[in-house]
């Protein structure tokens, strides 16, 4: 199972802590502004990339609540399925598969072929990825298109290169795309478009995130060096805070376990 990089899918002290941003204002007003693009007609492509808990996840989640009036597609990459070829590409595809008749005749007949919906030869990947480009561009024509791919770096690489293609062509068709790759080194499918680099959080908001899932005393000291050590991470952060102990969170003995925890951590969310 990949790891999932958003802080709001974990529980502290008993209480959900619900999906939310703490700071994140530049991104937030980035996001905000492509979806006014895509909403005027034009097409916005995005990849936000950063280390494994950032809170990538949590920023397509922010893009896709705002999203009000749009038509949303969504795909994930899943490490196990890195090899089969087209598995990405059918998750973003699946809500319009029955658009796909709408289709040139050679698109139709490549992109019912990747997608499983027709045996034959496998399709040659320049005709999948404009056959994807036309499909996306058919639904945007009725309300804006927002796309989200999640995890990037482990879709298959036929999905990946047919998403990128996509990604690279598109013009004024409302459509956007916004891909979450963890950093350095993976999507290089995705090298040379415009990119959102997504660091740690800013020493106030860690603080911020931290004490809203405390539920007892927190000493600043510990407090302080919880931020500092996870360098801002909100998945780090919460995963160590959840694994001290009330009495170490208000200072009473220290932080014994923040390398283990922090080790742990990545270890949890596939090491990068």
């Known amino acids: 199972m990949h790891a999932i990089d958003d802080p709001g899918a974990y529980t502290l002290a008993g209480a959900s802590f619900e999906r939310r941003l703490c700071g994140r204002r530049g991104e937030r007003e980035m996001l905000d502004r492509l979806l006014g693009s895509v909403r005027a007609g034009q097409s916005r492509v995005l990849v936000l990339r950063g280390e494994a808990g950032?809170?990538?996840?949590?920023?397509?989640?922010?893009?896709?609540?705002?999203?009000?009036?749009?038509?949303?597609?969504?795909?994930?990459?899943?490490?196990?399925?890195?090899?089969?070829?087209?598995?990405?590409?059918?998750?973003?595809?699946?809500?319009?598969?029955?658009?796909?008749?709408?289709?040139?005749?050679?698109q139709r007949a490549a992109l019912d072929t990747a997608l499983g919906l027709r045996d034959g030869d496998t399709p040659d990947r320049f005709t999948v990825g404009?056959?994807?480009?036309?499909?996306l561009s058919d639904v945007a024509r009725e309300r804006p298109l927002?796309?989200?791919?999640?995890?990037?770096?482990?879709?298959?690489?036929?999905?990946?290169?047919?998403?990128?293609?996509?990604?690279?062509?598109?013009?004024?068709?409302?459509?956007?795309?916004?891909f979450a790759v963890r950093q350095p080194g993976a999507g290089q499918d995705l090298a040379g478009l415009a990119e959102l680099v997504v660091s740690g959080l800013p020493d106030g908001d860690a603080q911020a995130l931290l004490e809203s899932v405390i539920t007892g005393p927190l000493d600043e000291r510990v407090r302080d060096r919880i931020v500092a050590e996870t360098r801002g991470n909100p998945l780090t952060l919460l995963e160590l805070a959840r694994a001290l102990t009330a009495e170490e969170l208000a200072g009473g003995i220290g932080l014994p376990c923040v390398t283990q925890c922090q080790?742990?951590?990545?270890?949890?969310?596939?090491?990068?």
């Open 54 to 106: 950032i809170g990538k996840t949590a920023l397509l989640g922010y893009l896709l609540e705002r999203a009000s009036g749009c038509r949303i597609a969504r795909a994930a990459g899943v490490e196990p399925e890195m090899e089969l070829a087209f598995a990405g590409l059918h998750q973003l595809c699946a809500p319009f598969l029955d658009r796909i008749e709408r289709l040139p005749d050679p």
């Open 130 to 135: 404009l056959a994807v480009l036309s499909l």
């Open 146 to 178: 927002v796309c989200v791919v999640d995890d990037a770096q482990w879709l298959d690489q036929a999905s990946a290169q047919a998403l990128a293609f996509v990604a690279r062509h598109l013009v004024t068709e409302s459509v956007a795309v916004v």
């Open 263 to 272: 080790a742990g951590s990545r270890k949890a969310s596939g090491g990068s």
